[in-house]
């Protein structure tokens, strides 16, 4: 290439540009992943308990123990576990 010392400059500052416009979108999808991790195993715990919650509901259910008893051990609504008892 047959640059003068001010196309070169130009150049080469345009390189530098493009290598911390790279290294900054790489930072940020590496803190996206992250985040979205962090996120999944936030709402997997979430959901996790409120399945555990409801096997609990059910079997309370199926011992003969009363809605108003099973929402407040569980803190499920009582439609919530007539929703479960109907499964």
């Given at each position: 290439m047959g640059f003068n010392d001010e196309e070169r400059e130009?150049?080469?500052?345009?390189?530098?540009w493009l290598r911390i416009e790279s290294n900054t979108i790489k930072k940020s999808e590496q803190k996206g992943r992250e985040e979205g991790i962090e996120i999944g195993?936030?709402?997997?715990?979430?959901?996790?308990?409120?399945?555990?919650?409801?096997?609990?509901?059910?079997?309370l259910l199926t011992q003969g123990v009363s809605l108003k008893v099973i929402a407040a051990s569980t803190g499920?609504?009582?439609?919530?576990?007539?929703?479960?008892?109907?499964?």
């Open positions: 130009a150049y080469e500052n345009h390189l530098k195993i936030e709402k997997g715990k979430i959901e996790g308990e409120q399945i555990g919650i409801e096997k609990v509901a059910k079997a499920l609504s009582i439609q919530e576990i007539e929703k479960i008892d109907s499964v």
